[in-house]
């Protein structure tokens, strides 16, 4: 038998309210540095349809929607990001209805069958990793080992350095601002 629980919070004015735990967030990027941007050459975001289409789903507490500003690969233009049961699936290009529609057939799937499924084929050529934790969706390889070199830090801090001293060529007359720190002046 179903036993209801509740996800109670209590916030800073003391209140108690029950917090909603969906099983997945789907982020939205419709207004980053490329993703929607018709001015710049990229397809519009259909915005209104991945909102009417999630409430005619009724999936506000099941699977939450965020519609926003960038989410990093920039690569790509209208990018999704689909979090579900802990796992992340990335979504480029998603700017036609049929791609929106086949979106949240995936995430009804998902549902039904209680747990992450891969892509359907009609999402496939558009599923893409932007996680170091994740492996590509194809299988393949790879190398993203980028070792921070100690010559290219040690480089840029000596040009962050002040060329007089500790204190800067002005030092005698500078004062510091209380509560606030600078990497040239002592602690």
Known sequence: MYERRRNLVVRPDGRLVNVARPRGQLFVCASGCC????????????????HREWERRRLRNVVHLTIGGCLGPCALANVVLLLFDGQAQWFHSMNRDRLIFALYDHVDSMLAADGVLPPAPALAPYHFTASSWQPRPDGQPVDDFRPRRRAESAAAEAAHACP????????????????RRSASWPI
């Open 35 to 50: 993703c929607g941007r018709v001015e710049d050459g990229f397809a519009p975001v259909p915005t209104e349809l991945f």
């Open 164 to 179: 007089r001293g500790a204190g800067g060529p002005d030092s005698s007359t500078r004062q510091a601002t209380p509560g």
